[in-house]
């Protein structure tokens, strides 16, 4: 079979609904793979390191550095797929996370694993790129429902693959990134033979360094005084998200000696609460309490929930608090909607991309603060309960702002109330 030329491949009039099907599929498989490796490479990252304080250490650096990658890369390739095509770079990004799976997998030591995350970082631009694919072949009418589905397939995959994960890292902690390699190469030659390119040649546009710029989204955002404060209050609870999901299977390990298996039933807990919360109970309750209350709200419950998993002497214990922390996966896209009114419609796009951003630097930054915390308490006993320091400065964080988003309600005459 002859794969179609990315350059002259123009879609057809009736073609839309399929290769939408086909982004999904890259998407969820993308994903999945991503997800396989979460509840097991911290463990594997302990059988080079030595110790607890280097094993936290490297994975602490080895998760920035990801993130930094990503940083960089994304807008990039971003620019490259708006010159080339989306069908190239999408190709690329999957040949990539094979190479990275796959030379973790074989890697003998630290340094080997260390090139697999770099790798791995520089080619992870499915989900930008495959959200502008989307674009691609969506009417405007039906554009945001297109993306909808793709963050769809990019939560399923993510809950699916973390208790795959646990499953496979149980027999062995190197089997998950064999099967996360081979549904990357799967994917590779998915896409090859059977994808089209979304973007006809006279729809695309010059490459320019600008464009490249992970920083310019950052600087036009703290341009923006009128919603300082909302975007305070945003990377506040982006970071204590981001320390949180970076410590976890470290400190579930340090404390309850959870296995893969057990962490990845805890990972497809919180992925089923989120799914559950944001995609079926967030209109209700965005009715119910209103996009100001809500966030005030969930940032109370989820700042609580930090103070408590620090503080939980049992296992089982985690499990109730992320069934019981269910306002907390609201606070984002409600924190989302109030910034997106301050906004004019012809700035949507880069209001979102800027607070991505703002995420992006939160996985570079919060994995070392948090990996440096555990470190110094991974040490102590198991029933210790400083080492739960991480989540103590999470629970701080989200305290700080609950602050900052109460002053600028009232600053900005916002009732926190049922609308």
Same mark, same amino acid.
């Given at each position: 079979?002859?794969?179609?030329?990315?350059?002259?491949?123009?879609?057809?009039?009736?073609?839309?609904?399929?290769?939408?099907?086909?982004?999904?599929?890259? +998407?969820?498989?993308?994903?999945?793979?991503?997800?396989?490796?979460?509840?097991?490479?911290?463990?594997?990252?302990?059988?080079?390191?030595?110790?607890?304080?280097?094993?936290?250490?490297?994975?602490?650096?080895? @998760?920035?550095?990801?993130?930094?990658?990503?940083?960089?890369?994304?807008?990039?390739?971003?620019?490259?797929?708006?010159?080339?095509?989306?069908?190239?770079?999408?190709? &690329?990004?999957?040949?990539?996370?094979?190479?990275?799976?796959?030379?973790?997998?074989?890697?003998?030591?630290?340094?080997?694993?260390?090139?697999?995350?770099?790798?791995?970082?520089?080619?992870?631009?499915?989900?930008?790129?495959?959200?502008?694919?989307?674009?691609?072949?969506?009417?405007?009418?039906?554009?945001?429902?297109?993306?909808?589905?793709?963050?769809?397939?990019?939560?399923?995959?993510?809950?699916?693959?973390?208790?795959?994960?646990?499953?496979?890292?149980?027999?062995?902690?190197?089997?998950?990134?064999?099967?996360?390699?081979?549904? @990357?190469?799967?994917?590779?030659?998915?896409?090859?033979?059977?994808?089209?390119?979304?973007?006809?040649?006279?729809?695309?546009?010059?490459?320019?360094?600008?464009?490249?710029?992970?920083?310019?989204?950052?600087?036009?955002?703290?341009?923006?005084?009128?919603?300082?404060?909302?975007?305070?209050?945003?990377?506040?609870?982006?970071?204590?998200?981001?320390?949180?999901?970076?410590?976890?299977?470290? &400190?579930?390990?340090?404390?309850?000696?959870?296995?893969?298996?057990?962490?990845?039933?805890?990972?497809?807990? +919180?992925?089923?609460?989120?799914?559950?919360?944001?995609?079926?109970?967030?209109?209700?309750?965005?009715?119910?309490?209103?996009?100001?209350?809500?966030?005030?709200?969930?940032?109370? @419950?989820?700042?609580?929930?930090?103070?408590? &998993?620090?503080?939980?002497?049992?296992?089982?214990?985690?499990?109730?608090?992320?069934?019981?922390?269910?306002?907390?996966?609201?606070?984002?896209?409600?924190?989302?909607?109030?910034?997106?009114? @301050?906004?004019?419609?012809?700035?949507?796009?880069?209001?979102?991309?800027?607070?991505?951003?703002?995420?992006?630097?939160?996985?570079?930054?919060?994995?070392?603060?948090?990996?440096?915390?555990?470190?110094?308490?991974?040490?102590?006993?198991?029933?210790?309960?400083?080492?739960?320091?991480?989540? &103590?400065?999470?629970?701080?964080?989200?305290?700080?702002?609950?602050?900052?988003?109460?002053?600028?309600?009232?600053?900005?005459?916002?009732?926190?109330?049922?609308?």
């Amino acid at each position: 079979m002859t794969p179609p030329d990315s350059a002259t491949t123009a879609l057809p009039a009736a073609a839309p609904a399929a290769n939408l099907n086909f982004i999904l599929i890259c +998407v969820f498989i993308d994903m999945l793979g991503i997800g396989l490796i979460v509840p097991v490479l911290p463990m594997l990252i302990g059988e080079f390191a030595g110790s607890r304080e280097n094993q936290t250490h490297w994975f602490g650096i080895m @998760s920035a550095v990801f993130g930094l990658m990503q940083f960089i890369f994304m807008p990039m390739l971003g620019a490259v797929s708006d010159r080339i095509g989306r069908r190239p770079v999408l190709l &690329y990004s999957m040949a990539g996370m094979c190479i990275n799976f796959l030379s973790t997998a074989w890697a003998p030591n630290l340094a080997c694993l260390f090139i697999g995350r770099v790798v791995g970082g520089m080619s992870s631009a499915s989900m930008s790129v495959a959200s502008a694919y989307a674009s691609d072949v969506s009417t405007p009418d039906n554009r945001a429902k297109s993306f909808g589905k793709v963050g769809a397939a990019f939560g399923l995959g993510f809950i699916c693959g973390p208790m795959l994960g646990g499953l496979l890292g149980n027999v062995n902690l190197h089997l998950p990134f064999y099967v996360a390699g081979a549904l @990357s190469a799967a994917n590779f030659v998915y896409g090859y033979f059977v994808v089209p390119e979304s973007l006809p040649a006279e729809r695309r546009s010059a490459f320019s360094l600008t464009k490249i710029n992970p920083l310019s989204a950052l600087f036009k955002l703290a341009r923006r005084t009128d919603i300082r404060g909302l975007v305070v209050t945003f990377a506040l609870v982006t970071g204590a998200q981001m320390m949180l999901q970076t410590t976890w299977v470290l &400190y579930t390990n340090f404390r309850f000696d959870w296995t893969p298996g057990q962490n990845g039933a805890a990972m497809f807990c +919180v992925g089923l609460m989120a799914a559950v919360v944001q995609a079926g109970l967030l209109g209700i309750l965005i009715k119910r309490f209103g996009e100001v209350r809500l966030s005030l709200l969930g940032m109370c @419950s989820g700042g609580l929930t930090y103070l408590l &998993y620090g503080l939980a002497t049992q296992g089982w214990m985690m499990y109730v608090l992320i069934i019981c922390n269910v306002l907390s996966f609201a606070v984002g896209p409600a924190l989302q909607g109030i910034i997106s009114k @301050s906004t004019p419609p012809n700035e949507q796009g880069e209001l979102m991309g800027s607070l991505q951003s703002i995420s992006s630097l939160g996985v570079i930054f919060m994995p070392l603060l948090g990996t440096a915390i555990l470190a110094e308490v991974g040490h102590l006993p198991a029933n210790d309960w400083r080492i739960g320091s991480t989540f &103590y400065l999470c629970a701080v964080m989200q305290a700080l702002a609950i602050l900052v988003a109460q002053r600028f309600f009232r600053q900005h005459h916002m009732q926190a109330a049922k609308p």
